[in-house]
């Protein structure tokens, strides 16, 4: 109880207000431009967290991008057609044919509506729930952390979409990235090619910066040059808004959406890109009136958003009490928990228990907070659709490269940056996504770690692992999990194309 007061109190400052309120509003401007995504919202302001007051002030304002970001996707979604996040793909669906017959802003408003309630009710689940699972597995050892670690890299299966082999080049290149440098245990360096600038190994930091922002910044300067800076057209919002009738008639679903969508995201790796389809599926399979979807259903609105803003708070389960990122943004928060020296897993509830419950009722506070900033806002956020990428280019790599500097004030870490970036735009060129190398470089170390110390205590007994029953336990599921991923991907897939 006591770390549970420390957290709220932690939390309920006017600092902390101001912060996470300037960050909704950065993550609802990244969300609604399409192709920045909420992971480069997160990238750009993760350098700057290093001046917040406290690790969970900087956890939560990254969690504030990640909520303003995924309603922020809803908003070119149903003004242009094209989903800011890939969470935001069914919003397409009613939210754009909404649009086109002059009812934007009843269709943001229900965006709106659907994706604060369905954040806040998926913030309590984590609320109640973190503690308790994080005692069950408080008396974890090596050889859970170990299994804990394989499960975690199992994800890549989850966040490969449809090409799995590709999924397993880039967590394989993100495991090489990992060895780089110094061994953690034996000190030995391992391709360092005697260069100094290698020693030390890649840091996470500039690594996330080239990865994600740098890479998103060259495609996008690319597709700018490609379309000579053609502009979208954006539909003119009306005033005409959704009514208190309209409200009611739609909670069944956002209830629905939302149950489901909780459910999903406590499975490591599955995320809102599935949850939508699924959420999407099953309200327009309960509704009275499913001829409407596809047309213009403020039902259909109501489920896309809600499935993937409830996602944020259940995906977070998995990444407080077992260390496992939810999904691809939780994999990023992962390693930004890392750079401020906050270790997610069973153990952070009892070593850092204040921390945590900040960062959950931060949580909470910022789906209230979002309710308003869209209200306000949205009007304004949508303009900045129209911002030319000349523009706004040169501003965010002018954001990356101060950024990657101030991490640890090196110009190592630039040049070391630099060369990323080339490798991961020619993956990206090869259509190999960065997420499963980023879950390499974090969770490899990790496993590494855990495999050496589990052998030491045991004698080199490699079959510790299978005769402990809870790290067993866990291998298993990593089976199960792979398995059901590739079905999983393999019907996603499929709705794709249709």
């Known amino acids: 109880m006591e770390a549970i007061m420390s957290g709220l109190f932690e939390v309920l400052s006017l600092y902390n207000f101001v912060i996470m309120l300037l960050s909704i509003i950065l993550g609802m401007i990244v969300g609604c431009i399409p192709g920045l995504t909420v992971t480069l919202g997160i990238i750009l302001l993760l350098p700057l967290t290093y001046s917040f007051s406290s690790p969970s002030t900087a956890i939560i304002a990254l969690l504030s991008v990640y909520v303003g970001g995924m309603y ?29 017959k002059g009812k934007v802003k009843k269709a943001l408003d229900v965006s709106l509506f659907a994706s604060v309630i369905g954040g806040l009710i998926a913030s309590v689940i984590l609320l109640f729930t973190s503690g308790l699972i994080s005692k069950m597995v408080s008396n974890f050892t090596s050889t859970e952390y170990f299994a804990l670690a394989v499960l975690g890299l199992s994800l890549i299966i989850g966040v490969s979409g449809d090409n799995i082999f590709k999924g397993i080049i880039g967590g394989l290149l993100g495991l090489f990235i990992s060895i780089i440098g110094l061994d953690s245990v034996t000190g030995v360096s391992r391709f360092s090619f005697n260069t100094m600038l290698l020693y030390e190994g890649l840091s996470i930091m500039p690594a996330m910066i080239a990865l994600i922002a740098l890479t998103q910044v060259m495609i996008k300067a690319g597709e700018f040059i490609n379309t000579k800076g053609a502009q979208n057209d954006v539909s003119k919002i009306d005033k005409e808004g959704i009514t208190n009738e309209e409200r009611k008639s739609i909670i069944p679903a ?79 928060l992962l390693g930004a928990f890392i750079l401020h020296g906050i270790i997610p897993g069973p153990t952070m509830f009892t070593k850092q228990g204040a921390t945590a419950y900040a960062i959950i009722f931060g949580l909470l506070i910022v789906n209230i907070l979002l309710y308003f900033m869209g209200l306000i806002f949205t009007k304004q956020v949508a303009k900045i659709v129209q911002v030319r990428y000349s523009y706004l280019g040169p501003l965010i790599m002018t954001f990356c490269f101060a950024g990657a500097f101030a991490a640890n004030g090196s110009v190592y870490e630039v040049i070391l940056m630099m060369g990323v970036l080339v490798i991961s735009y020619i993956l990206s060129k090869l259509d190999i996504s960065v997420i499963p190398i980023m879950l390499g470089m974090i969770l490899a170390p990790i496993m590494e770690q855990n495999f050496v110390n589990s052998m030491i205590i045991y004698d ?26 590739m079905k999983v991907n393999k019907k996603v897939a499929g709705m794709n194309k249709m």
């Open 72 to 100: 922020g996707g809803s908003i070119s979604a149903i003004l242009l057609n094209t989903p800011g996040t890939n969470a935001a793909i069914a919003t397409t669906f009613d939210g754009y044919p909404l649009a086109k």
């Open 460 to 485: 080199g007994d490699i079959m510790i692992f299978f005769k402990r029953p809870i790290s067993l336990v866990i291998l298993i599921l990593t089976a199960i999990l792979v398995w059901s991923f």
């Open 254 to 332: 956002i209830l629905r959406a939302t149950g489901i969508s909780s459910l999903i995201g406590t499975m490591p790796g599955v995320g809102g890109g599935v949850a939508q389809f699924l959420c999407y599926n099953e309200v327009k399979r309960v509704s009275k009136h499913p001829e409407e979807f596809g047309k213009g259903s403020l039902e259909g609105v109501a489920a896309a958003e809600a499935s993937n803003n409830a996602i944020v708070g259940t995906a977070m389960i998995p990444l407080l009490t077992l260390g496992i990122p939810g999904d691809g943004v939780t994999a990023i």
